[in-house]
């Protein structure tokens, strides 16, 4: 490591650097500056740009594509054909087992991964109704009924329009796996542009308003404001584990006589005044308070605080909510490559060598020691060294 340290800070190695460093900016440059002056001569290599340039700490679709394919799996098919020139069956076997793996490892992180957090946060808009993807799966089914009258009326119309219901379910596949876009899950910056930062009641409703055609359900949503609005109201009167409540200074601070000073008491009737004021328009519902132009002015300013506040219980929910699926989709991603693979490589050796062996299915079979006897005896010497990790 001290010899690593050493080689990387003499003078020679940081002189490479900054050439280096120069040559990528010049090349940049000149590529900028052609592009700028002729834009409309140039548009491939615009769009090139475009296409390949990394946003943050993410390449793009196209570059990170061209890598994998490049540096991962055609080095390994080339190395292969090269290392038994004398035995084809043994360079197909390993060729055969690249392609297997390799191809699937490489098809999950460029397409499973994206694929299963649109889908799960899909699924988490239509359960919680705030919308977490860009733009809304396409309604496969016109009959919003439930229960066994509803899957009757969805089943007639698949009958009724089947090429239709095709179409859709296509679309919506596409709109999944879809690399550079279709439905994509929205992020933490994403969810603070969207659900915060209004400052009046009218950019409120809008904002509400839009959700079905997102996806989502303004019902729900409205509700979830007024919960915790009116839970803001329960720990000012009753207190949090941040804050004393009204009712607490009330007794610390009352008269001789027991009675609650005069400012306090206004506080208190204040507080209560807006929760249950909160209360009724949760009861009424959206249609109700959208409907409604002679708002209270304090629910007004209490709302607008709310939407205010870029961690407002909407933000911290989907957020939380982004998380738990992402990691979700993730562990599932990484099981089946750790786990999944080996067992279909496994499966895959055992067909072709062992299964219809009359000797592995022998008495022996089940018995590890012996059954490892027979399996060196049936397999090649080349193929135990491409399969040796699952002979043990």
């Given at each position: 490591?001290t010899?690593?340290?050493?080689?990387?800070?003499?003078?020679f190695?940081?002189?490479?650097?900054?050439?280096?460093g120069?040559?990528?900016?010049n090349i940049?440059?000149?590529?900028?500056k052609?592009?700028?002056?002729?834009?409309?001569?140039?548009?491939?290599?615009?769009?090139?740009?475009?296409?390949?340039?990394?946003?943050g700490?993410?390449?793009?679709f196209v570059?990170l594509?061209?890598?994998?394919?490049?540096t991962?799996?055609?080095p390994?098919?080339?190395?292969?054909?090269?290392?038994?020139p004398?035995?084809?069956?043994?360079?197909?076997d390993?060729?055969?087992?690249i392609?297997?793996?390799?191809?699937?490892?490489?098809?999950i992180?460029?397409?499973?991964?994206?694929?299963?957090?649109?889908?799960?946060?899909?699924?988490?808009?239509?359960?919680k109704?705030?919308?977490?993807?860009?733009?809304?799966?396409?309604?496969?089914f016109e009959?919003?009924?439930?229960?066994?009258k509803?899957?009757?009326?969805?089943?007639?119309e698949?009958?009724?329009?089947?090429?239709?219901?095709?179409?859709?379910i296509?679309?919506?596949?596409?709109?999944?796996?879809?690399?550079?876009?279709?439905v994509?899950?929205?992020?933490?910056?994403?969810?603070?542009?969207?659900?915060?930062?209004?400052?009046s009641l009218?950019?409120?409703?809008?904002?509400?308003d839009?959700?079905?055609?997102?996806?989502g359900d303004?019902?729900?949503?409205?509700k979830?404001?007024?919960?915790s609005?009116?839970?803001g109201?329960?720990?000012?009167?009753?207190?949090?584990?941040t804050?004393?409540?009204?009712?607490?200074?009330?007794a610390r601070?009352?008269?001789?006589?027991?009675s609650?000073?005069?400012?306090?008491?206004n506080?208190?009737?204040?507080a209560?005044a807006i929760?249950?004021a909160?209360?009724?328009?949760?009861e009424?519902?959206?249609?109700?308070f959208?409907?409604?132009n002679?708002?209270?002015?304090?629910i007004?300013n209490i709302l607008?605080?709310?939407?205010?506040?870029?961690?407002?219980?909407?933000?911290?929910?989907?957020?939380?909510?982004?998380?738990?699926?992402?990691?979700?989709?993730?562990?599932?991603?990484?099981?089946?490559?750790?786990?999944?693979?080996?067992?279909?490589n496994?499966?895959?050796?055992?067909?072709?060598?062992?299964?219809?062996?009359?000797?592995?299915?022998?008495?022996y079979?089940?018995?590890?020691?012996?059954?490892?006897?027979?399996?060196?005896?049936?397999?090649?010497?080349?193929?135990?060294k491409?399969y040796?990790?699952f002979?043990?």
């Open positions: 490591m010899a690593i340290n050493k080689i990387t800070s003499s003078s190695a940081q002189g490479i650097s900054k050439k280096m120069s040559l990528c900016s940049g440059d000149r590529l900028a052609t592009v700028d002056k002729a834009p409309n001569e140039d548009k491939f290599i615009s769009k090139f740009l475009k296409t390949v340039e990394p946003t700490a993410n390449n793009p570059t594509a061209t890598l994998m394919i490049g991962v799996i055609i390994r098919v080339l190395t292969a054909g090269k290392r038994n004398d035995n084809k069956e043994a360079t197909r390993e060729i055969k087992e392609l297997f793996r390799d191809c699937q490892t490489v098809l992180i460029l397409f499973a991964l994206k694929s299963a957090n649109s889908l799960i946060a899909g699924a988490a808009t239509k359960f109704g705030l919308p977490m993807i860009n733009k809304p799966y396409e309604a496969l009959n919003k009924e439930k229960g066994f509803g899957l009757k009326q969805k089943g007639e698949i009958i009724q329009h089947p090429i239709k219901k095709l179409k859709t296509g679309k919506n596949l596409l709109n999944t796996i879809n690399p550079t876009g279709g994509v899950a929205l992020n933490n910056d994403e969810f603070i542009s969207k659900y915060s930062g209004y400052s009218d950019e409120i409703k809008k904002l509400i839009s959700m079905p055609s997102q996806g303004k019902e729900k949503v409205f979830k404001i007024m919960d609005l009116i839970q109201q329960e720990d000012i009167l009753n207190g949090s584990k804050s004393t409540g009204l009712h607490a200074i009330a601070t009352a008269n001789q006589d027991g609650i000073i005069e400012k306090t008491q506080e208190i009737n204040n209560e929760k249950e909160l209360e009724k328009l949760r009424e519902g959206y249609e109700s959208s409907k409604d002679n708002i209270d002015g304090r007004q607008v605080e709310f939407f205010k506040d870029k961690d407002n219980a909407l933000v911290k929910e989907a957020k939380g909510l982004t998380a738990i699926l992402k990691t979700f989709a993730l562990a599932v991603e990484t099981i089946y490559l750790g786990f999944g693979l080996p067992a279909l496994q499966k895959r050796l055992e067909k072709k060598y062992l299964k219809n062996n009359p000797d592995f299915k022998s008495k079979k089940g018995n590890k020691a012996e059954s490892k006897e027979i399996i060196n005896k049936i397999i090649k010497p080349h193929e135990i491409l040796h990790q002979l043990k």
